[in-house]
């Protein structure tokens, strides 16, 4: 069973590297429309370059997986800085999807928590649909529009898990159907479980995130590994990539929910039995706080393993 490892934006091996700088919105009105742009266009070429740069870095280690920070254009979709953050850096674009498709790794975005579909408040969906087509808008100037995907969760459950679920089936009508194709679901570590992710995954054809961690801080006695992963699988049936998982542990008994550094391989050990029953390739996408270096220590812990066979820098066959 093959393994291949990828983490989040920042790679810490690196010296500044880090792809999200950004800009406030009450910085861009002290200084003014003109100089606010000449800043937001230096900010948004930096955030480029340094994912060129991160991305040169994936390939030199082998690493195959990558989630690009959602950050790489600063106020791209607030309701009052209205500005072209597309042509100017075409040639930046370019380059990020040519390095992806050349060396075939797998990207993808996941925008923060205030993109949902499940708000009774319609400028919530309108400036959801607004993140999501930032991203997509983003991925087609790469050329990456029919590869990348943009991971979600449900969103939140207002008292009413059910009326809420019934927003989001309305509510995500709102989403271009180019941008919905795009689209995973994640569960959650507090709101929706997995079974409910993935009955909203099956009725809508999108993909799930599983996320491992997420799953041991919130699940019901009824959901076991056993009959959750195949369902999981079929959701990537067609998608001509393996699965993704999300990886992490907790950062203590206490705060549970909270990642810690790096990623306690004793900790995955159940998820790691299920998938190699299954014999399922899949992708981990590893959360931890330690990023690149949680990602190669975790590597190095699993490789140490009797049976564990390392065949690339990032990459394992159990």
Not at 236 to 246: L, N, Q, R, S, T
Request: contains cysteine; glycine residues 4%.
């Amino acid at each position: 069973m093959i393994i291949r490892f990828g983490y989040v934006s920042h790679a810490l091996s690196l010296w500044e590297a880090a792809p999200a700088k950004t800009m406030t919105f009450a910085r861009y009105q002290k200084l003014g429309r003109e100089e606010a742009l000449k800043q937001l266009h230096t900010i948004a070429e930096m955030n480029l370059r340094r994912t060129i740069r991160i991305l040169h870095y994936n390939v030199a280690r082998q690493i195959h997986l990558y989630r690009m920070s959602s950050s790489l254009i600063p106020l791209a979709t607030h309701d009052d800085v209205e500005w072209d953050y597309i042509t100017p850096f075409e040639y930046l674009f370019r380059e990020i999807g040519d390095i992806v498709r050349r060396h075939r790794m797998r990207t993808s975005f996941h925008p923060n928590q205030f993109t949902l579909f499940t708000s009774d408040r319609p400028e919530v969906t309108v400036n959801a649909v607004k993140d999501m087509t930032y991203h997509y808008a983003m991925l087609e100037a790469m050329g990456l529009h029919e590869e990348a995907h943009i991971n979600l969760h449900v969103g939140g459950a207002y008292g009413n898990k059910a009326k809420a679920l019934g927003r989001f089936h309305e509510n995500i009508k709102q989403l271009p159907d180019p941008v919905k194709q795009q689209m995973t679901l994640e569960n959650d570590d507090k709101t929706y479980t997995t079974s409910e992710t993935l009955d909203v995954c099956e009725k809508h054809n999108i993909p799930m995130m599983f996320d491992y961690h997420h799953y041991k801080a919130n699940h019901t006695d009824e959901e076991s590994l056993k009959d959750l992963l195949p369902r999981f699988f079929r959701t990537w049936e067609g998608m001509h990539v393996p699965p993704k998982i999300h990886i992490s542990s907790p950062k203590s008994e206490n705060a549970f929910r909270s990642h810690s550094d790096y990623v306690d391989a004793d900790f995955i050990q159940p998820l790691l039995k299920e998938l190699k029953a299954l014999n399922q390739p899949v992708d981990f996408m590893i959360e931890a706080k330690g990023k690149d270096l949680a990602l190669m220590k975790l590597v190095e812990d699993m490789a140490a393993v009797r049976g564990v066979k390392r065949i690339e820098e990032a990459v394992l066959d159990l």
